[in-house]
Nanobody, 118 residues
Framework: QVLLVESGGGVVPAGGSLRLSCAAS????GAWFRQAPGKEREFVAA????????VYADSVKGRFTISRDDADNTLYLQMNSLKPEDTGVYYC???????????????WGQGTQVTVSS
């Protein structure tokens, strides 16, 4: 069973920055998703295990950066220029099949709350 534990959420003013971390028990392709109140969960960013290829949702391009630390199997999401619409629960996810990552990753964390105040 793959374990994913997120941390780093909190309350930040609009325009501010926050970095999320995800401690993973396995080295697989990784991703971040988010779910705003009353909305469906949506893809944010993904990074491949082997080459470090990254993909982003259009809404976060140029503001968010996904990265990983292979030494300790940690996934990160650096979020800059945050907007109130970035508010939501952010989930770390992993899976073994790269094309599936932006839609149906196999493993999920419990989520961490990010609130951006206006």
């Amino acid at each position: 069973q793959v374990l994913l534990v997120e941390s780093g959420g909190g309350v930040v003013p609009a325009g501010g920055s926050l970095r999320l971390s995800c401690a993973a028990s396995e080295r697989l392709h990784g991703a971040w998703f988010r779910q705003a109140p009353g909305k469906e969960r949506e893809f944010v960013a993904a990074i491949s295990w082997s080459r470090g290829t990254t993909v982003y949702a259009d809404s976060v391009k140029g503001r968010f950066t996904i990265s990983r630390d292979d030494a300790d199997n940690t996934l990160y999401l650096q979020m800059n220029s945050l907007k109130p619409e970035d508010t939501g629960v952010y989930y770390c996810a992993q899976g073994p099949i790269w094309p599936d990552i932006p839609t149906t990753p196999k493993y999920w964390g419990q989520g961490t709350q990010v609130t951006v105040s206006s």
